[in-house]
């Protein structure tokens, strides 16, 4: 059992270097599981985004109608309707387009739907809020762990090339 200038034997020496392999091994899959959370979470957050950007799109586009619908219908004496077309900047252009066009067919707009899509969409933008809230800090916790890990994993590295380093025969 021949001793190496430090003391050790070469089968210390070996255990000692299956064990820092072991911790290399360990640290670079912690570094995954990092890494593919911090996807997991960027996919997901993208996924509900979309669909919230969607419902949002949508619900913009149901308001509009049932805006022009309503001033179509002679709506442009209800000032809660004036307000609304001001507040999106279109009132006038909006009531000149309208009068040069044919009355809808279809019926009016039921009482109340222009406040409750804009209740809506009020609703939509808070989610999307919170949704962005959330998935930063989700994503700040992920990305805090995977710095942890591929720090583990550097330090793993250079101890086990340390240790290779001695091991060389004189």
Not at 7 to 29: F, H, I, N, P, T
Not at 72 to 93: F, S
């Amino acid at each position: 059992m021949p001793y190496r200038a430090d003391g050790r034997s070469d089968e210390a020496r070996a255990a000692r270097m299956a064990e820092l392999e072991q911790a290399l091994e360990e640290a670079e899959k912690r570094v995954r599981a990092a890494a593919g959370a911090v996807h997991g979470i960027e996919r997901r957050f993208d996924a509900e985004r979309r669909a919230i950007e969607t419902a949002i799109a949508d619900a913009e586009d149901a308001q509009r109608r049932a805006v022009h619908h309503a001033l179509a219908l002679g709506g442009e004496a209800d000032p809660k309707l004036r307000d609304r077309m001001r507040t999106g900047g279109a009132v006038t252009a909006l009531a000149r387009a309208m009068a040069t066009r044919e009355r809808p067919s279809m019926p009016p707009p039921p009482p109340g739907a222009v406040e409750e899509l804009q209740a809506e969409l009020r609703a939509l933008r808070g989610r999307r809020a919170k949704l962005h809230a959330r998935a930063e800090e989700d994503l700040a916790v992920a990305r805090a762990r995977l710095a942890d890990a591929v720090a583990i994993h550097d330090e793993a590295v250079l101890v086990l090339e340390d240790a290779r380093a001695s091991t060389i025969p004189p």
